[in-house]
């Protein structure tokens, strides 16, 4: 098993639906982080999680939500989409001891909102 | 405000050629972390380097090699004799403070294709 896992891989959606995109990992990691890629523009951050009691809003976080359920489990919310949210999302852990930001990635959630 | 620059957007050359992927850095910090990630055609991110700001001792990885100029602002990437497995986008990317900080800045990008 892959040690970050996100669901789902791939979703299409309508404006004004609600999304959550999951994202679980093995690494025992307490942070985590979620990211959104899109072309010619790399990664951005869109929130971020030292622990479970700790959410923090990264550089591009309005339309979206996070929860952090578990040190292992950390949600990313769309409550109602849009089409420019239409993006490949990724969410990423890291261990403070062994070098914050040395990220290990999950595989990606690719969302379409039509 | 620290900023990443990947000018080159996408290079194509043939297997067996040395590639070298620029990327320029900015900030205003004196320590700051730089960072390498390879994203294959399966699209999960994947950590290649990771180099501080007081050490700029060039790296050698196999194939691989970062040059680090702080004089240029410069954390280059060459790939030497390339393969057709190299064939990836490539991310350089930036944090600042003492590296346990909460940003990572992506640069946008660039894309290697290695044709047989």
């Known amino acids: 098993d892959a040690d970050v896992t996100q669901t789902p891989r791939n979703r299409i959606t309508k404006t004004g639906k609600r999304i959550m995109l999951e994202c679980s990992q093995t690494?025992?990691?307490?942070?985590m982080y979620w990211y959104r890629q899109d072309p010619g523009l790399g990664l951005r951050l869109i929130y971020y999680?030292?622990?479970?009691?700790?959410?923090n809003k990264g550089e591009i976080s309005d339309g979206y939500s996070v929860s952090r359920q578990a040190q292992a489990k950390f949600s990313l919310s769309l409550e109602s989409a849009i089409p420019n949210q239409t993006a490949l999302y990724f969410c990423?852990?890291?261990?403070?001891?062994?070098?914050?930001?040395?990220?290990?990635f999950g595989a990606g959630s690719r969302l379409t909102v039509l | 405000a620290q900023k990443v620059t990947q000018a080159q957007t996408e290079i194509s050359v043939v297997e067996k050629e040395d590639v070298t992927l620029d990327c320029v850095y900015e900030?205003?910090?004196?320590?700051?972390?730089l960072f390498w990630y390879k994203q294959p055609p399966s699209g999960e991110l994947v950590f290649l380097i990771r180099?501080?700001?007081?050490?700029?001792q060039n790296e050698i990885s196999g194939r691989y090699s970062w040059n680090f100029q702080k004089s240029t602002s410069s954390f280059n990437f060459t790939i030497t004799a390339s393969q057709v497995v190299d064939s990836a986008v490539y991310f350089c990317?930036?944090?600042?403070?003492?590296?346990?900080?909460?940003?990572?800045?992506f640069g946008t990008g660039t894309r290697l294709q290695v044709f047989p």
């Open positions: 690494k025992g990691h307490d942070r």
């Open positions: 180099r501080n700001s007081f050490d700029e």
């Open positions: 990317a930036l944090s600042e403070g003492g590296g346990n900080t909460d940003k990572l800045i």
């Open positions: 999680s030292f622990d479970v009691k700790d959410i």
């Open positions: 900030t205003r910090d004196t320590t700051y972390y």
């Open positions: 990423a852990t890291s261990d403070a001891d062994s070098g914050a930001n040395v990220l290990t």
